[in-house]
């Protein structure tokens, strides 16, 4: 296995239990903690910037993982961060990310949302011809900051093994077909003189590098018949997100290595001039290095199953689509140390007052004990970032890990408590309304 794809193991989910135990982050009423390892995610990233080109601005997709001290440790090592909603780019901001490291690709932007992100200098990807009309309407009214426009195209490569995270396919919602509006396209370009990129992002897990080099290798096709009818050289090229990531021991999953080889013999001109170049990986950098910790509730021998504190309000897509999500998971006992004994199938359920809350089934496994910890092994994309407030649960306390500095764990977000759920769900206060 390769150092970008080197997963949390059972030693470190130890460690990480007996460290977050000292720091007085986890007690004997901690419910569940959700944990990011730092270093890990320094050490992605680092790896990113060493295979891929000089010129590749590597903007992480903040929904991957939306935590601003997460963010803020990518940020400090010279990653971007693409943002998915005008909240993201305050997240961005919040984490002291530059306005020109910040990709902006909401499908939805309200003309308020565009000019916030003209006026602060943030890098636009359009997603229709609609947004293109808004964005020139608004540069000739305000003052721009941003000299990054781009148009997002669906370049029409088919849908992954995953239906419902791929988008490269006919029939998208995102992004100019590039089928059926080529020509529109090129008259995009010939019109506005401020657009000057292109963007392709074809799914999240589920696409192989066939299909992820193919759709860079269309773009960069279209960036050149547009360079040669404009006369005019585009300044970036975006090929998005949706490097796959492993999730089970036994799988294989292309290393960064792997798609810059398959980039630079689909599309050598991409890799090899000074064009600006923007990735937009998620998964393949988050998920890896969270685990979530999960304090066992009850045991039900009879079903084979425990009951633990998260479920579908945290593991939204495997519990939903279990056929396309899965988790491994370890056992550590209540005081932190790793299970032994005769493994046997278990049922792992959440604490969600639904039938289907199950996180997964027939888990081979030692014993499993009330009091327990079952540790969920890559939580550390599209899970917090997804959270789902059903039956009003709390979310745990994040804490960050890292092997090299001398505390090793530091929290990174509040545990919620039941006032912070009440201040939630509740209107103004009469008072309030008055003001
Ligand atoms: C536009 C865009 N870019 C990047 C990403 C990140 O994808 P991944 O986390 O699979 O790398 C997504 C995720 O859906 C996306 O919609």
């Not at 932007?109 to 916030?116: C, F, G, N």
């Amino acid at each position: 296995m390769s150092a970008f794809q080197q997963r949390i193991t059972l030693s470190e989910a130890e460690v990480i239990w007996q460290r977050s135990r000292e720091a007085g982050l986890l007690s004997d009423r901690t419910r569940s903690l959700l944990v990011h390892d730092l270093d890990r995610m320094r050490s992605r990233i680092a790896i990113l910037q060493e295979v891929f080109p000089s010129h590749t601005l590597h903007a992480l997709a903040i929904k991957a993982n939306p935590l601003v001290e997460i963010l803020r440790e990518a940020v400090n090592v010279g990653a971007g961060l693409e943002a998915a909603s005008i909240e993201e780019a305050h997240l961005a901001l919040a984490a002291e990310c530059p306005a020109e490291r910040i990709v902006f690709d909401s499908p939805a932007k309200t003309m308020e949302e565009i000019a916030e992100a003209l006026e602060l200098g943030i890098v636009l990807n359009a997603d229709n011809f609609a947004e293109l009309r808004r964005i020139d309407q608004l540069i000739k009214q305000i003052s721009t900051r941003t000299t990054l426009i781009g148009l997002r195209i669906n370049p029409e490569v088919g849908a992954g093994t995953i239906s419902h995270t791929s988008v490269g396919q006919a029939g998208s919602k995102f992004g100019a077909p590039l089928s059926t509006t080529r020509s529109e396209i090129i008259g995009a370009f010939r019109r506005y003189d401020w657009l000057n990129g292109v963007h392709v992002h074809v799914g999240s897990q589920g696409c192989s590098l066939d299909l992820l080099a193919r759709a860079a290798s269309r773009i960069d096709e279209l960036r050149r018949e547009l360079e040669g009818t404009t006369g005019r050289p585009l300044a970036f090229v975006d090929i998005g997100g949706g490097l796959p990531t492993l999730y089970r021991e036994q799988q294989s999953a292309p290393t960064p290595q792997e798609y810059v080889t398959r980039l630079k013999q689909e599309a050598p001109e991409l890799m090899s001039s000074d064009r600006l170049l923007i990735t937009e990986f998620g998964r393949a950098i988050q998920a890896g290095c969270g685990v979530a910790l999960s304090r066992v509730e009850f045991v039900r021998p009879e079903q084979r199953m425990a009951v633990i504190h998260l479920g579908a309000d945290f593991l939204l897509r495997p519990v939903y689509r279990p056929e396309d999500w899965f988790h491994e998971f370890f056992v550590l006992d209540a005081q932190g140390r790793r299970k032994s004994g005769t493994l046997a199938p278990l049922t792992i359920t959440g604490p969600l007052c639904f039938s289907g809350d199950i996180i997964a089934r027939d888990v081979i496994l030692p014993p499993v004990d009330e009091g327990d910890w079952i540790v969920i092994r890559d939580t550390g994309a599209y899970t917090l970032g997804m959270w789902s407030h059903h039956c009003s649960r709390s979310i745990p306390g994040v804490v960050g890990y890292d092997a090299t500095s001398p505390r090793q764990v530091r929290l990174l977000r509040a545990a919620e408590t039941a006032s912070d759920v009440v201040r939630f769900w509740s209107g103004p206060r009469p008072a309030d309304v008055d003001k």
